[in-house]
Nanobody, 123 residues
């Protein structure tokens, strides 16, 4: 089993920013597409953003376009999600996930998941 660890969540005011990190402790992320997903209480897990193994391709959910940026640093074995202009409706647990092959927005196509990090947007 491969382990992913998310960090960077917390409480932020509306309009604020957070940068989430996704790191692998026991394998290299090079060669894996990485996706960020989120799940709010009582809702299904939903796609946020994804990046190809090379970093050359990215996809975003409509709500993330223009506000969130996914990036990766394979030398640091870390993928980032920069979130700006945060809104209360962005409150959720954010998860990163990894898969071999092309990036995808489909939750079930990812093989390895982290434990999640809580993001709360509130004044």
């Amino acid at each position: 089993q491969l382990h992913l660890v998310e960090s960077g969540g917390g409480l932020v005011q509306p309009g604020g920013s957070l940068r989430l990190s996704c790191a692998a402790s026991d394998f290299t992320l090079d060669g894996y597409a990485i996706g960020w997903f989120r799940q709010a209480p009582g809702k299904e897990r939903e796609f946020v953003a994804a990046i190809s193994w090379s970093g050359g391709s990215t996809k975003y959910a409509d709500f993330a376009k223009g506000r969130f940026t996914i990036s990766r640093d394979n030398a640091k074995n870390t993928v980032y999600l920069q979130m700006n202009s945060l809104k209360p409706e962005d409150t959720a647990v954010y998860y990163c996930a990894a898969r071999r092959g092309a990036l995808t927005i489909v939750v079930t196509f990812y093989d390895y998941w982290g434990q999640g990090t809580q993001v709360t947007v509130s004044s």
